[in-house]
């Protein structure tokens, strides 16, 4: 399983977007990219999303891909 954290704003285009496979890294990055959103941000849309996927096919390509 591959974890993607992404930050996203309004609109809907990824800001930023860092990928793993250790779950623990994964819950800490989005915990960061959570407290790193300023309230004006937050205010006007913008979100800091985890999920998972299967494949690193699946990964956006813009992400940093961490092998751990």
Request: charged letters at 20%; aromatic letters at 8%; one cysteine or more.
């Amino acid at each position: 399983m591959i974890w993607i954290n992404e930050q996203i704003d309004p609109s809907g285009i990824i800001y930023s977007c860092i990928a793993c496979c250790d779950e623990v890294q994964a819950q800490a990055c989005h915990q960061s990219f959570r407290d790193n959103l300023t309230d004006e941000q937050r205010q006007s849309g913008w979100v800091a999303q985890l999920r998972t996927v299967d494949s690193w096919d699946d990964v956006p390509v813009n992400a940093l891909k961490l092998s751990y």
